[in-house]
Nanobody, 124 residues
Framework: QVQLVESGGGLVQPGGSLRLSCAASGNIFSINFMGWDRHAPCKNRELVGGISSSGSTNYADSVKVRCTISRDNAKNKVYLQMDSLNPEDTEVYYC??????????????????WGQGTLVTVSS
């Protein structure tokens, strides 16, 4: 079983910055894609962006000039750096990842998991 745990959320003033972290642990053979999405009440869940195992990134148009996603493959961690935050960025941010886990002693099986989320509040 694979788990993701996010950290780094909290209260930040408008115009400020925040760095979220997400650590994957458990029965992991390899991780392909790691990413972030976000969700607020009465809003659709939105993909923020993600990063492949080779380091290729993609971002939602709404955040790509303000966000940077990076990862540490050796530590199975992904990071989301957010700058110039505004109140509309107040959401719960979820980490997600997919990859493969050792299975049954001789094979692998696919996993896709999400973390529990970390709340980011942008307010003065």
């Amino acid at each position: 079983q694979v788990q993701l745990v996010e950290s780094g959320g909290g209260l930040v003033q408008p115009g400020g910055s925040l760095r979220l972290s997400c650590a994957a642990s458990g029965n992991i053979f390899s991780i392909n894609f790691m990413g972030w999405d976000r969700h607020a009440p009465c809003k659709n869940r939105e993909l923020v962006g993600g990063i492949s195992s080779s380091g290729s990134t993609n971002y939602a148009d709404s955040v790509k000039v303000r966000c940077t996603i990076s990862r540490d493959n050796a530590k199975n961690k992904v990071y989301l750096q957010m700058d110039s935050l505004n109140p509309e960025d107040t959401e719960v941010y979820y980490c997600n990842a997919d990859g493969s886990s050792p299975y049954d002693g001789s094979g692998y099986r696919y996993f896709e998991v999400w973390g529990q989320g970390t709340l980011v509040t942008v307010s003065s």
